[in-house]
């Protein structure tokens, strides 16, 4: 059970909530939660956007039922999480990795980039949205000192364009990404270097049991919850 601290707007659509417990089970950057909601059968996969000891922040957007009912939720109220699932990210790949997030991807990159700055890397990072109303994050990226880029689909805010108009532009040895599949996709397309794509995908249990979330790879079938979110370039089926 976590206590909710916080719960408040910060950007269109989008909520910071911060959470009190036991957060020893989130080993790597790139995990992500499941949350269980009153009255909903199916719990909540929302990704892991940091860790400070024992508080946890999540980030997630107003998009159905549930996460609306997240978004109402209010301080001292209780929620059941299943935490540290996932294999998360692998960041012993390069010295100057380029972060590329697009939405609701952008979250697990904040501790993906704390954890590559600790390890002596140096991370750039780009921020994809559709338009102005919908950047978050950018200072707290720049706060860690990385070299940040920002992306909006109308020009409303920083370069006009996707992430890959941005990449282009950065020098980089290795890539980390998380977002939509069509952003995938671009990535896919316009990336130089391998890289590891962070996966969402409708999920049963969160565990690996119901397999549910399983996708043909180069290796085989895997579970997304389980085996992934993260899925190393040279493994997947596009």
Known sequence: MYKIISNQKIAKDVYEMLLEGD????????????IKLEGKFLRRPISVCDVKENILTLIYKTVGD???????MKPGEMLDILTGLGNGYDISKSKKPILIGGGVGVPPLYYLAKKLIENGQKPSVILGFNSSDEVFLEEKFRALG?????????????IKGFVTDALNGVEYDYFYTCGP??????????????????????????FGACMGCSCKTKGGYKRICKDGPVLEREEIIW
């Open 146 to 158: 990385c070299d940040t880029y920002v992306t909006t689909a109308d020009g409303s805010y920083g």
């Open 181 to 206: 599949m069509p952003m995938f996709r671009a990535v896919e397309n316009a990336a130089k270097t391998s890289g590891q794509f962070s996966f969402e995908e409708r999920m049963g249990c969160g």
């Open 66 to 72: 549930g996460t609306e009912q997240m978004s109402k």
């Open 23 to 34: 957060t020893s089970k989130i080993t790597a950057p790139g995990q992500f939660v499941n």
